[in-house]
């Protein structure tokens, strides 16, 4: 059974950066494709970027293309979320997923970090 904890949320200013951290543990990390999902106040979860088992991004949303970078580190069974140039709109509980299979649904969930981006 995979754990997945997540870090590096916080508060930043509008323009700023933040490193989100997925770190795994309790299985094998590196067949897993991973994602990183999202959940601002009163909307539904949106899926903000996806990274093949190769280290791949498969998928950006559009409302984050350009600015965000999903990765991996397979030796530390870790997966990060470059944010950068943050908008107000980033702000969200940001969530890592992971899955064993490509495009099957996350098996895996993290609890979820706070990102809030203020003016």
């Known amino acids: 059974q995979v754990q997945l904890v997540e870090s590096g949320g916080g508060l930043v200013q509008a323009g700023g950066s933040l490193r989100l951290s997925c770190a795994a543990s309790?299985?094998?990390?590196?067949?897993?494709?991973m994602g990183w999902f999202r959940q601002a106040p009163g909307k539904g979860r949106e899926l903000v970027a996806t990274?093949?088992?190769?280290?791949?991004?498969?998928y950006y949303a559009d409302a984050v293309k350009g600015r965000f970078t999903i990765s991996r580190d397979n030796a530390k069974n870790t997966v990060y979320l470059q944010m950068n140039s943050l908008k107000l709109e980033d702000t969200a509980v940001y969530y890592c997923?992971?899955?064993?299979?490509?495009?099957?649904?996350?098996?895996?969930w993290g609890q979820g970090t706070q990102v809030t981006v203020s003016s």
């Open positions: 997923a992971a899955t064993a299979a490509y495009s099957a649904p996350y098996d895996y």
């Open positions: 309790g299985g094998t990390f590196s067949p897993l494709h």
């Open positions: 990274l093949s088992r190769s280290g791949i991004p498969t």
